[in-house]
């Protein structure tokens, strides 16, 4: 009560009852000292809070991306090892291929198609030796033969198309005129050749997948790729 009696000592306003307006404003400016401190407490507490959470953001930012780094660094070395068993899975087929073709091109070559055109023995081999470019067990991974990486993924793909083609080559060379089954032999040959030149490639690093897979073969001294 004398708190308020300082303020005014008498509450019933009249002639005889007027209120002490200096108590009052210091009471008012007291009022706005302690507002104006609530606002700086708040726009303190909110600037902290602010940076409190844009640290728990950033935390959690960088944990996000540790995770995901992490995720990826694990699916790159999944999908290498992983090109590095296909590889090794398909150098048995690739090097009979690459050898195959590689005899064929000196077989026919020597032969050259005076001979060849006049030998039914000779065409009935090429057309047995031409059904022999299937690549079964490249094509088993046909899903994930992208793993390989540029350039062996294409030429792989394009030896596998080749071999197809040859698969015709009897069909094609019987039913065509003369001039038709010289120009099928020059183009065995080519077609050979592109197989051979493809597979040599993908071969090559089939051997070199062996060696970084630690699965090279050898034996008397004699490294089998």
């Not at 959690?60 to 590889?87: F, S, Y």
């Not at 077609?191 to 090279?216: F, K, M, N, P, Y």
């Amino acid at each position: 009560m004398e708190f308020l009696d300082a303020l005014s000592p008498c509450w019933s306003l009249g002639q005889n009852c007027v209120p002490r307006w200096e108590a009052w404003a210091v009471v008012v400016a007291a009022v706005a000292v302690e507002v104006a401190y609530l606002a700086i407490g708040a726009t303190v507490f909110l600037g902290l809070m602010t940076l409190k959470l844009g640290q728990a953001a950033n935390r959690a930012t960088a944990a996000a991306l540790a995770v995901a780094e992490g995720e990826a660094k694990a699916r790159q070395i999944a999908e290498e090892n992983e090109r590095l068993m296909i590889l090794s899975s398909i150098t048995p087929e690739i090097s009979f291929a690459e050898t195959k073709a590689h005899r064929a091109i000196d077989t026919l070559q020597s032969w050259g198609w005076s001979e060849f055109s006049q030998n039914e023995q000779m065409q009935q081999w090429a057309f047995d030796s031409a059904t022999c470019f299937s690549f079964p067990v490249c094509e088993s991974y046909k899903d994930r033969i992208h793993l390989l990486g540029q350039p062996f993924a294409s030429k792989l793909v394009r030896a596998i198309g080749i071999g197809r083609t040859l698969k015709s080559l009897e069909f094609d060379y019987t039913q065509g005129s003369p001039e038709d089954r010289s120009a099928h032999f020059v183009f065995l040959i080519a077609r050979l050749r592109a197989i051979e030149q493809d597979a040599s490639e993908v071969s090559a690093e089939c051997v070199r997948a062996g060696e970084a897979a630690g699965i090279r073969i050898t034996v008397g001294g004699i490294d089998l790729e």
